[in-house]
């Protein structure tokens, strides 16, 4: 039984940095593809980034490309998104996701099956 436990969020001002956790157990994260996905009041579920289960492959929404990025850490299982140059839309709750046994980077919240409690990110202006 894969559980994964998000951590690292809070309150920072437009322009600052945060880096979210994403802690796995039950199962290695060689074993997992993995991604992060966040959430704004009244507004669906979107995709922020990927990491396939080699880790050789990352995929990024366009509204984060180039601010965010996505790794992790083996000897940990614990994967990343390091957040810079955040925005007001960037206020959200981020989720981590993971999808055993499954090779691709996934992009779609329907493609994973295990989920975190969320994390809240707020940017203030």
């Known amino acids: 039984q894969v559980q994964l436990v998000e951590s690292g969020g809070g309150l920072v001002l437009a322009g600052g940095s945060l880096t979210l956790s994403c802690a796995a157990s039950?199962?290695?994260?060689?074993?997992?593809?993995m991604g992060w996905f966040r959430q704004a009041p009244g507004k669906e579920r979107e995709f922020v980034a990927a990491i396939s289960q080699s880790g050789s492959s990352t995929g990024y929404a366009d509204s984060v490309k180039g601010r965010f990025t996505i790794s992790r850490d083996n000897a940990k299982n614990t994967m990343y998104l390091r957040m810079n140059s955040l925005k007001p839309e960037d206020t959200a709750v981020y989720y981590c996701?993971?999808?055993?046994?499954?090779?691709?980077?996934?992009?779609?919240?329907?493609?994973?099956?295990?989920w975190g409690q969320g994390t809240q990110v707020t940017v203030s202006s």
């Open positions: 039950g199962r290695t994260i060689t074993q997992l593809a």
């Open positions: 996701a993971a999808r055993p046994g499954y090779s691709a980077l996934l992009r779609l919240p329907g493609n994973y099956n295990v």
